[in-house]
């Protein structure tokens, strides 16, 4: 009996390291299906977006020219429209009128805006 318990301390001190690593091989195992998931989740997201993408290239290469031309045109135009205000965030949406007119009003907590320069005066 009393060599049998050596034999018992000998066999479970060579078993530990064993179940360590069948455990450090576990935990590597789910990673690897965690990565595997991922993969799989990310290339069907991109099958399922693929078509969406493509009407969006062409969408793009259509009007592409006119979006171009309205920047050019419009450019400075916008350019002055921002030197008269100071912050979009300090308006509220635009109203539009039915005669066509678009009223921008300040919000009523906005901080009071002095103009850096002051504007042309246009006669009417």
Not at 69 to 75: C, Q, R
Not at 116 to 122: F, M, N, R
Request: aromatic fraction near 6%; hydrophobic fraction near 45%.
């Amino acid at each position: 009996m009393k060599q049998f318990a050596p034999l018992t301390l000998a066999f479970a001190l060579l078993v530990t390291p064993a179940a360590a690593q069948d455990s450090d091989t576990e935990v590597e195992d789910g990673f690897g299906l965690i990565e595997e998931g991922a993969k799989m989740l990310m290339r069907g997201l991109m099958s399922e977006m693929a078509p969406a993408i493509s009407d969006l290239r062409n969408s793009l290469e259509d009007k592409g020219p006119i979006i171009g031309e309205f920047v050019h045109e419009m450019g400075p135009a916008l350019t002055d429209l921002l030197a008269q205000v100071d912050d979009l965030r300090h308006y509220q949406a635009p109203e539009f009128l039915p005669n066509g007119d678009i009223i921008l009003r300040r919000k009523p907590d906005a901080p009071i805006w002095v103009p850096q320069d002051k504007p042309e005066e246009i006669e009417l």
